[in-house]
Structures are given as structure tokens and as C-alpha cells.
């Protein structure tokens, strides 16, 4: 089969799943930092398989490893509920939602699609969980918030899992870590390697730092975005990116990581592509886990999985990102990772007033523009996860907020020697401006 317009998704089942025994009630609070209206949002991305089981339902063994795993991760299945006055959001544990998960079919094979390689071959919106009918709106969008799921089977017996997660509940590792306890289960194991904490008291800011954040309202769901960000995805062999990390060394005697050089480069191609006047600002954004500043007050076990990051801002005016040396960019880049202790302690301790959350600069959509924001996810563990038919082929994350370009670093399609970048930064007009730019980063020699 070859032709995508033949390709289509029947679901088959739909419906939520409830832990497989009884879990306390009662409200659970939420970290400060959970509290971001920055987290307010549903991260989609697609996980394929290219083995599934000789006999049984991948979707069945699957839910039933997820009914097994809720008992221990239950507020996954509460709703979240708003103070009105405080606008604090808490996790309501009394009434039951659960998880809502999708059972579905493709008429074709992961083949026919090139493995979710890009340019896609099929919709992905029907490999992702949808709206769910016959439910209150109101208890749609607070289920809709937790975690939903969507199985759907290939004709290969390859398949292929859906999700929308919270980021509310979740950041990066503490999803993966859930799925990681799903997929043990399913595996056959009695219980997860790692036990999970919830413990989202003791991730806490003085009052003044709090007075920064800007707690967000419960937002209403929306899988669409009003305002397009071109996808783009481009492959970087691994030999052009040890090149630019010589580079650096050569001139500064010091290492950096891939992380750093790429990101650096990406800044400057969306840069130079968007053409920002000379005296604008081009600034980046990106994540760094402060869960090693904060190991005396979390349960030294592990298994915290609520959001432990804060959003270091690099700012300069576009003419120099545009005109820079990559050594330059990467040097921004490292000195401010460098300042996350101290950073992180002025602000929890209130003596900085600046929201690090809010990383658009201003609710303005063409604020936000000014900003990319970068993240890896080569290391949060989605690669990993195994159901018991072998490892992820691909893992493809997609935008989750509808003004805040966005650039993720991610792995390649297995045995290739490249890294893959995965970008959501640029408006349809800048296009293929960037296009171009990027295109010199994956040519086969950099010189």
C-alpha cells in the first residue's frame, strides 16, 4: 500500500481505566513549581513498536499493566481542581476519573508509513488520543489533563502509542518513569523497580518567589493551534557535530555537549532566517533539572516524578546571534547553564523577581516569537521503555503550546549515526529561509 489518502484508524475500543484496587482519597497538592501556568498543557508525542505480541493484545496487556500501575500512581486518575481566590490547583483524589485510554487498528503497515519517518505518510492526529464523546465537558477537560493513551495495532503487528500527558502532573523523567512502571508490569513484573513519590510539599519557594509565579487556570482542552509553527525535522550525522565540538575545543581548550553546539546552531539558522532588526532580541530558553540542589529534601530512593526543572533564559540582540561565531553562541549557552545554582537560589529564596516560567517574554504572541526554547529528550528514558516486545523504533514528540516555538533534540531512526532535531519554531513565511539554513548543518562535511 502506498498511497496515504487510503490509510486510515478504526478505534475499536474506547473507555477509562481505574486502578486494579482500592486508593486513598482525599486532595494532594501540587509543587510551586507544578503551579506554572507555563505547565498548563498536554505534551503529545508517538511512541512505535515494531513488534507486538504472537497471541495476545498488545492494547489488553497493556491496559491491564496500567490498571496494576494506577494503584501505585493514583492521582493520575483525580481531577484537578482550582482555588478560585488563590488560583492554586490541587489534585482532587475523592472523585474518580481514571485513564482514559484508545484501542484502535490501521489498515496498513508501520512499513507502508516509513516507521512515522518524516514527511508523515498518515494523519498523526489519528495515532493521538482525541476528544472523548459522551463525557461532561466539564469532566473531560480534568481527565483529559491526567494521562490518556491511545494503542493502536499495524497490520505488521507492529503498533504504535499514543499519548497526551500533564505536564502539570509530569515533567520528562517522571513520565517516562511512569510508563517505565507500566511497561515492568506488563512484562510480568509484581512491581515497578522504582517505587513512586508523590511528595509535592517539599518541593517549596519562599512567599515572595511565589508572588512571581503566574498560576495558570485549568485550560480548556485544545489539540489544534491557531497559529501554525512550520514542523521541521532534520538529521545531523554525528561526525558534523563531533566537528563542531573540535571546534570549540580547539579554540577554547574546554568541551561542551552536543546539546550545546546544536542548540547554538539552531538559534542562530532561526535567527538569521526570521530576520529580526539588528537591535531586537533573539533569546533562547531552555530547561535544567535542579533535582540534584534539591537531594536533602527529597526522599533519597528516588522517585519523585513531579516537575523539577527551571527555565534558564539566554538573551542577546539578534544582530550578534546572526553574526556570531558557533564558539561564541555555545559560550552564552554554558555560562548560562553555569549560573543555575545560584539563579535557582535567588529565586526560591524570593531575592529575584523575575518569573522563569515565563518564557514568551509576555502573553503577546509575537513576544513569544522572539523566543525559542530548547529541550532533550535523548535522555529522559522514553527510549527505553519496553511492553515485552523489545525497545521503541522511534519516539516522535510534538509541540504542546500553541505560541512558543519550540526546538527538541531527539533520537535518531535506529542504526542511523546522526542526531535528530525536531523543530516547531518558525511561522510558514520563515520557512524556507530555515529550511535552507538547517540544510548546511546535515550536509556531509562540515568545513
Known sequence: MNNSCCYSVTKLSQGVVVPGEATPGGSLALSDIDQSSLLRCLVPSLHLFKHGPNQDDAAQVIRTALSKALVLYYPMTGKLVQDQNTGQVRVDCTTRNGVWFIDASANCSLEDINYLDHPFSIPTHLLLPDSLPHINPED???LMQAYIIDVTKFTCGGFVIGIRSSHTIFDGKGAAQFLHAVAEL??????????????RELVRISQKARAVLRPGAVPALSFTSGRRLEYMIVDIPTENVNKLKQRYHDENGKFCSTFDVLIACVW???TRSIGFPPDAHSNLCFAANFLHLLTPALPAEGGYYGNCFYVLKAKARSEMVANASIVELVNIIKETKKKLPEKFEKWVKGQDQEDPFQVGGTDDQHESYDTMNATDWR????????????????????????????????????????VRL??????????????????????????
Open 140 to 142: 473531560l477537560i480534568l
Open 186 to 199: 506488563a512484562r510480568g513484573m509484581e512491581r515497578p523497580a522504582i517505587t513512586p513519590v508523590w511528595s
Open 268 to 270: 542562530q539558522c532561526r
Open 379 to 418: 535522555h529522559l528514558g522514553f527510549n527505553d521503555v519496553d511492553y515485552g516486545w523489545g525497545k521503541p523504533a522511534r519516539i516522535v514528540p510534538f509541540e504542546h503550546t500553541e505560541t512558543l516555538p519550540f526546538c527538541v533534540l531527539g533520537l535518531p531512526p535506529a542504526k542511523e549515526n546522526t
Open 422 to 447: 525536531m523543530t516547531y519554531c518558525v511561522l510558514k513565511e520563515h520557512y524556507d529561509a530555515f529550511r535552507d539554513q538547517m540544510m548546511s548543518l546535515a550536509r556531509p562535511c562540515i568545513t
